[in-house]
């Protein structure tokens, strides 16, 4: 069981960094898919709401 709960603008910390060398993507969309922005490049990917709760390392809640 996953004990985050994902919302929109929430800062969610991966496993693996991005090519650009963040771990920490923005959540722009919350769903079955979720649409996440890269806070190191800006780059934006959707990916299944599977693959982010097994990757997540991390999330905090903007201030």
Request: net charge positive; hydrophobic share 30%.
């Amino acid at each position: 069981m996953n004990q985050y709960q994902y919302e929109v603008g929430d800062i969610v910390k991966l496993k693996k960094p991005h090519p650009c060398g963040s771990h920490e993507w923005e959540i722009l969309r919350v769903g079955a898919d979720f649409r996440l922005k890269c806070t190191g490049c800006g780059h934006q990917m959707m990916v299944t709401r599977k693959l982010v709760e097994k990757n997540t390392r991390g999330l905090r809640k903007p201030e």
